[in-house]
Each structure stands twice: as C-alpha cells, then as structure tokens.
C-alpha cells in the first residue's frame, strides 16, 4: 500500500469514528406552528443553553420581551432545548422566536419546533409581519 492510499485510509477511518449528528424533520407552516404549540413569543437569551448535539441539556434564560402566545411579558422563563440532534443553541443577548412547549416555567424548544434567531431589525420586522398575518386569520 502507497503512503497516499495510507493516509486517505488513516483520514477515512478518524472521520467515521466519530459522532454524527442530523436533524431530519418534516417543514409545516408558521399558522401550523403557532396552532400546535402552547407558547410563541420574542425574547432575548440571558444565559446561554447548547443542546445541538444530543449529549448535553444545558438550562438557560430567556426574558420575553413580545407575548405572542402562552406566556407573560417581561417574565424570566429557564429555556431548554429538547437535547437531540435538533437541538437548538441559545446564547446570551441573542434574540429568538421561540415557539414550543411550557412545564414549570421551562420552556421547551427544538429545531422541528419552528423556533428560530431573529439577527437583524430586518428579521425582526418579518417575522412580525408573518405572525401578524397568522394572528389575523
């Protein structure tokens, strides 16, 4: 065996022994989302929380700062992502929509969920305008 085929080999094989991780779901419709879930709101992360990997179940912080559905404004929720391959990661000041789950003033959230990172005012001003629409159905 040349050098080259052995290391291509010696690469292949650290490649697959390590952890794979995806996240397959079905996409459904913001109005779907909204409907099947008993919490949507706007909050900004206070302590961060990673749960992508479906090893870890970090607890952070979240502050609501717009109620869209199932909780208060301005009140402090703990925010876990259902650890597992569509598992979300939360980190502190980031702003998300977050739609998902409530028990004993946790919520849960996950990829498949519909909960997502609003990065810009842009973002923010297009999620409103798509929730306003569902809202007004």
Known sequence: MNSIMK?????LGIALSQPVFACKFIQTSLESK???HEVVFIGKVLKDANNMNG??????KIIVEKNIKGVKEKQIYLLNSHP????LGFQKEQVWLIIGSIKDNTIFSSAP?????????????????????????
């Open 7 to 11: 290391k291509t080999l010696l690469i």
């Open 34 to 36: 909204i409907n099947l």
């Open 55 to 60: 090893q870890t179940n970090e607890v952070g």
């Open 84 to 87: 597992s391959s569509c598992g």
């Open 113 to 137: 969920d519909g909960s997502y990172i609003i990065n810009s005012k842009e973002d923010m001003q297009n999620t409103l305008i798509e929730i306003n629409k569902v809202i007004k159905k």
